[in-house]
């Protein structure tokens, strides 16, 4: 066989990675694979260590003098404080099951997105800090030297994951990389290495009451104008009280919701609901957020901001709380709140005003899921609804990885999206309910800087959105999350592009049928119903 | 069907695979190992658009021996170009894997161009497969742009109603619908 | 590279062995010393991390919920993976311990392009391969208690009875050896020829995959091939166990010391190791506990009370005059 000439365009470019091991490729930051650092001035009010001006991208770092002691110091504190880590560090076989379980690993190939190899990244560390074979062996018993690139390494990886606790579910011994993660940044935190992102909230959520730092006034000025919108909609002026002592119920829900697409359409929904029962409850500004990011960064952090939400109950006097659509907020209050917060015996199980049912399942926190309330509405024909006003939707249901995960809201979201919506599709079984994907967005990864790696995490994703768009002519993807709802958006527009995004009460604000409203032409977005224009227009 | 079409039909298979073999070899061994083997649509939703990408290019190229055109060949070289669009590559390594198709055929048909003399039809497939680099290029643009678009979006979307609110921004539009 | 690293030293303490007790006549080292050596580093090390795990707090309920949660009586709640009360718990972790659940799950509905078709899953056979590995362990170390019992309880008897129920050459074939040997070649085949698997293995995953693999080919050299003395061999082991230990005046095969002695290595070694998963997967939080910590309180044990919201006394402080202005209620008038 004649030899032809080599394929000139081919050789310049090497397109495989060696097959190095992975102790010997340092990290990599380029633009759009991490998220900007933490800012001086939001340190210095958290008292977090080291605050500084720095960037991923520079050689020196500028830790801290001692920081290896540092770091040592902590993984030992931590191993003692937590029997999670300590047996996550020691049991893993390396089997490879959790290893393609990885939304980013799956999008993206990095094999240190394995979730294996991120936990030896930390554990690594452990065998040569803390067993026996890794001081004597070294790297042939698996373990290396904390070295500078090590947390860069760490910096970069640990940020690169969601949190999302996939590849948990499919571990033969449950090795949680969450909480793997959870360590390495409180780790990183000691000297001073986290994320803007997720620490400015954090500092707004504390003084103001919500990440964005929406001040009381411009909360309540934002609430008039959604229940402007909503009469503007549907003919009904709903009255909404904040602040107020004595009420029945406290709401509380995540501020993103407030001011941001599609967010405020599901706080419209909100309203609506609340409006149509009559209850007596309250919204509050100081607890006007749902979501915690201190679970991104210390379980300190997560405990202070989440002790709001009981110091307010307490300070209004409400018999019980009520929680709206957000991921990690439940995850929070489901296996957190009341262990860091709690006995919360000045509140009552949460009883439904309407139906009388008694939630048990809430008997300990106190604090109900909107959609637990809802269903239970529905299930006890409660609610008038008119499933046809969200015939232009073709809806497909997104769980969030932590409803799904950590805590199991499974059925309660279907079973109120199958009542208010005409069309339903799930995505395929390897996609949803508890083997969900994740959206790329959680852990405080939805900012903008880290928008390319995020759609490479999302494509499994948007790859089952874009298969019921094809199949079933899907148009909207509903979630119970306000952090879905900032990133699936653009998620679909990049892999599944014709598909919307929108929340649970969203669909449910636009088929209730409020008593004295108007003939609805629109929906919630002030788009024109199909099947119920005026006739004039027509 | 016209001569390269035809010079393609006889070994379309081979072709993909080989293509298939050729592109994923541009990612970690390991990770090519999982991509390869891994057959669920949704769990590895990587290697299944490629394959669905590629398939539909070699479908196509079989069909016509004309000049590719956007219209066609767009739909198929999306499905590869928009996931390697985000994959940490530069612009020319998230295109190259087209130019690997021209390897594949001489790899696959080398034998029968030299010994029947195919040249010329080998120089068109070649030719028609150079305009394929040129629609990549521009589905590639088409994306970068969107994820710059999607990045100012969000940016938007999150302070456009509180500037609004904060009466920062006049709206000269009577409240215009959202989409 | 750790492959061949593991293979050499397993090999090492083969020939140790072989020499040691053959050449150099170690017997009594090898026979008696070692084995009560490796035994009490076993227990020892095996209770102290179990408890050492134990004494660490489990500070938050974390359990990974795996399906839909037990909330209203209508909702059909998935009590085994996601229990809301301990037998719930224990069936979760019987299923885990028992049938590797977590692994299994790996079987998701294969839909390809031109139709639903069963595709190669990697993991189930991970899943299958595994689990006989691991019950053929416990099936050849259970039909092991004959050496070490007199009289041998009848269970052990009709357990050797039907693991060789073939009636296969003499003397006759355990269907467990078979079983155990295939399953091991197929994980060690697996971390050498799965690139993923390969990428991230590292010595301590290749070394009791040969140690195992070692103690496997040296038991069955002694019963198939060097056919040892099993009255001497008995009488050796029973010794051990009585705490009365002799070496037997009826010679017995040197592969029997090279198989004692690896066995030995193995619990010694076992402690130190990720061999440990066996304690550690009864243990996991994210498993072991149900998803009730929204029902009653999950006690933290290090709880730091001190740790306070920012007050809404101080909210209010910091916003007063805006809240008043815009109509908001407040509790201390400017």
């Known amino acids: 066989m004649a030899k032809y000439p080599p394929p000139e365009e081919l050789i310049k470019i090497n397109y495989s990675t060696p097959p190095t091991s992975w102790m010997d490729v340092p990290p990599e930051f380029k633009p759009g694979n991490f998220s900007y650092p933490g800012k001086p001035d939001i340190l210095k009010y958290l008292g977090l260590p080291n605050p500084r001006v720095w960037s991923p991208t520079d050689d020196d770092w500028k830790l801290p003098e001692n920081w290896k002691e540092i770091i040592t110091e902590g993984f030992r504190e931590r191993l003692e404080k937590y029997r999670s880590f300590k047996i996550f560090m020691d049991v893993c076989v390396r089997c490879g099951a959790c290893a393609d379980k990885c939304h980013f690993f799956i999008g993206g190939g990095d094999p240190k997105n394995m979730p294996v190899l991120r936990a030896e990244l930390l554990r690594s560390i452990y065998r040569g800090d803390f067993t026996m074979a890794g001081k004597i062996l070294g790297r042939l018993a698996g373990a290396r030297k904390l070295e500078i690139d090590v947390v860069k390494e760490w910096f970069l990886y640990f940020y690169q994951c969601t949190e999302c606790r996939r590849c948990s579910l499919f571990c033969p011994y449950g090795i949680d990389t969450a909480e793997i993660t959870m360590m390495a940044r409180e780790l990183l935190t000691l000297v001073g290495c986290n994320i803007n992102w997720i620490l400015e909230p954090a500092a707004n959520c504390n003084r103001t009451g919500n990440h964005l730092g929406i001040q009381p006034h411009a909360y309540k000025d934002m609430m008039e104008f959604l229940a402007e919108d909503i009469e503007t909609v549907t003919g009904v002026k709903v009255n909404p009280s904040v602040n107020r002592k004595g009420a029945e119920i406290l709401f509380i829900t995540p501020s993103g919701d407030i001011f941001a697409d599609p967010g405020i359409y599901t706080y419209m929904g909100y309203m609506i609901l609340f409006e149509y029962l009559g209850i007596d409850y309250t919204w509050s500004t100081y607890a006007s957020e749902g979501g915690n990011f201190g679970l991104f960064t210390s379980d300190t952090m997560m405990k202070k901001l989440n002790a709001k939400m009981y110091h307010e109950a307490k300070r209004l006097g409400v018999k019980w709380i009520l929680g709206g659509e957000c991921g990690h907020m439940w995850r929070v209050i489901n296996q957190y709140m009341l262990t860091m917060n709690g006995p919360a015996d000045f509140l009552e199980t949460p009883v439904s005003p309407i139906t009388g049912t008694k939630f048990d399942a809430a008997a300990g926190t106190k604090m109900l899921h909107i959609t637990e309330f809802t269903a239970d509405l529905i299930k006890n024909n409660k609610l008038k609804l008119d499933p046809y006003r969200n015939a232009n939707f073709k809806v497909t249901y997104h769980d969030s990885c932590n409803t799904a995960r950590g805590m199991g809201l499974l059925e309660e979201p279907r079973y109120v999206i199958k009542n208010v919506v005409p069309e339903f599709y799930e995505m395929p079984d390897n996609a949803i309910r508890e083997q969900t994907f994740c959206c790329g967005g959680g852990a405080g990864l939805n900012n903008e800087e880290f928008t390319e790696t995020r759609l490479r995490g999302g494509l499994p994703r948007g790859n089952a959105v874009k298969y019921v768009r094809d199949t079933h002519g899907v148009n909207t993807l509903a979630c119970i999350c306000a952090i879905d709802r900032a990133t699936l958006p653009p998620l679909c527009n990049y892999w599944a592009p014709g598909v919307g995004v929108c929340g649970v009460h969203e669909l449910v604000g636009n088929a209730l049928i409020l008593d004295g409203e108007k003939k609805r032409t629109m929906d919630l977005r002030q788009n024109p119903l199909p099947g119920f224009e005026d006739e004039e227009e027509e | ?179 | 590279m750790a492959a061949f690293y593991s293979f050499f030293v397993v090999l090492a303490l083969v020939v140790l062995a072989w020499a040691g007790a053959g050449e150099a006549g170690w017997k009594g080292l090898f026979g008696i010393y070692i084995p009560y050596l490796a035994l009490l580093v076993f227990l020892f090390g095996f209770l102290s991390k179990i408890l050492n795990w134990a004494k660490t707090p489990v500070p938050f309920c974390i359990p990974t919920t795996g399906g839909q949660q037990k909330s209203l009586p209508w909702i059909k709640n998935n009590p085994w993976d996601n229990p809301y009360n301990t037998s719930g718990t224990v069936i979760r972790m019987a299923l885990e311990v028992l049938t590797f659940r977590s692994l299994f799950r790996n079987t998701s509905v294969q839909l390809q392009q031109d139709g639903p078709k069963v595709g190669y899953n990697s993991a189930k056979w991970l899943w299958l391969f595994a689990l006989m590995f691991h019950y053929s362990f416990l099936l050849i170390l259970l039909r092991h208690l004959r050496l070490f019992t007199n009289p041998v309880p009848m269970p052990i008897l009709k357990l050797e009875f039907f693991d060789s129920i073939l009636q296969i050459g003499v003397p006759v074939l355990y269907q467990s050896d078979m079983i155990f040997v295939v399953a091991i070649l197929f994980l060690f085949l697996r971390r050498v020829f799965d690139g993923k698997v390969n990428y991230i293995s590292i010595m301590s995953d290749y070394f009791p995959l040969f140690l195992i693999l070692a103690i496997a080919l040296s038991g069955m050299w002694m019963r198939y091939i060097a056919k040892v003395d099993v009255i001497a061999v008995k009488e050796l082991t029973m010794g051990l166990v009585t705490l009365h230990p002799v070496i037997p005046k009826d010679p017995i095969d040197i592969s029997f010391y090279v198989h004692i002695f690896l066995v030995s290595v193995l619990f010694m070694y076992f402690p130190f190791s990720k061999l440990m998963h066996m304690g550690g997967v009864f243990l996991s939080p994210t498993r072991n506990m149900p998803n009730f910590s929204r029902r009653q309180m999950w006690v933290n044990p290090w709880n730091d009370p001190a740790i306070k919201p920012h007050s809404y006394a101080a909210y209010e402080d910091d916003f007063r005059e805006k809240m008043i202005e815009a109509g908001l209620p407040v509790d201390k008038k400017a």
């Open chain 2, 1 to 179: 069907m016209t001569v390269s079409s035809s010079l393609l039909a006889q070994k379309k298979d081979d072709i993909l695979a080989r293509w298939f073999e050729l592109t994923l070899a541009t990612y970690a061994p390991e990770t090519a190992v999982l991509w390869k083997k891994q057959k669920d649509r949704f769990a590895n939703p990587v290697a299944y658009r490629f394959k669905t990408g590629m398939t539909g290019v070699l479908d196509e190229m079989v069909k016509s021996s004309e000049t590719p055109t956007a219209a066609v060949f767009e739909p198929h070289l999306d499905e590869i170009v928009r996931v390697r669009a985000v994959q940490d590559f530069t612009p020319a390594q998230a295109v190259a894997f087209i130019y690997l198709l021209k390897q594949a055929c001489r790899d696959t048909l080398w034998k029968d161009v030299s010994e029947n003399g195919r040249f010329t039809e080998l120089f068109e497939l070649e030719s028609r497969i150079d305009v394929l680099g040129l629609i990549c290029l521009d589905i590639y643009c088409k994306c970068r742009e969107k994820l710059f678009q999607i990045r100012i979006d969000q940016i938007n979307t999150q302070y456009s109603r509180l500037l609004k609110r904060a009466g920062l921004v006049c709206d000269f539009a009577p409240e215009a619908p959202e989409s």
